[in-house]
């Protein structure tokens, strides 16, 4: 009986070595070839990101290109708009010897083409023979607010309209406006929405 438990209790122990070493032998594969496997598949992925990139690249240059083609059509679409606003539309009718509160009024107007805002009374087109009108009665004047008034229009004229929205609320200001503030730029197809709308 003895023999039978010695016999039994090498077997246990070689049972547990190999099993011991049954594991290591599978962590030991396990790291070296799944090991080798996860080094290549980073090598793989910076490719793989490098790819991506440049097709981000590729895909943010013809987006842009497309925006550029929009905004080209966009502007063309702004002229023709422009273009077709009625002769008698664009004579503002100021007479001989209008007052600064007319001007800041027709201003008021002609920036509500271009401006965002809750409500707008009163429409002239923002056009280049209406700029001019206005420019050459300001120019030759003697308003209190000729300076501010000259800065704006000269602006207009240059066809820069960035600041429109600042200048339409100070003509608001100016008039004690209560209502109607203006919180933005239209966009260019909004803007054509506009003209064509009241024109």
């Not at 497309?66 to 422009?82: G, I, K």
Request: cysteine-free; aromatic content about 8%.
């Amino acid at each position: 009986m003895k023999k039978v438990v010695i016999i039994l209790a090498i077997l246990v122990v070689a049972v547990g070595i190999a099993i011991y070493s049954g594991e290591k032998m599978v962590n030991w594969f396990g790291e070296t070839w799944l090991g080798d496997r996860e080094s290549e598949a980073s090598v793989k992925i910076p490719e793989k990101e490098e790819n991506i990139e440049e097709m981000s690249d590729e895909k943010a240059e013809e987006k842009a290109d497309e925006q550029e083609r929009n905004s080209e059509s966009l502007q063309s679409d702004l002229e023709e708009a422009l273009d077709a606003i009625p002769e008698e539309e664009l004579d503002l009718g100021l007479g001989d010897n209008p007052t600064e509160d007319e001007i800041i009024s027709v201003m008021h107007n002609m920036s509500h083409q271009k401006v965002r805002a809750e409500k707008k009374w009163g429409k002239a087109p923002m056009h280049q023979k209406t700029i001019e009108q206005v420019y050459e009665v300001i120019k030759d004047s003697n308003f209190t607010k000729k300076e501010d008034l000259l800065v704006i229009v000269e602006r207009w004229k240059d066809g820069d309209f960035s600041r429109v929205d600042k200048d339409h609320n100070y003509f608001w200001s100016a008039q004690d406006g209560t209502v109607g503030k203006a919180h933005g730029l239209l966009s260019v197809a909004e803007e054509i929405d506009y003209i064509e709308s009241k024109y």
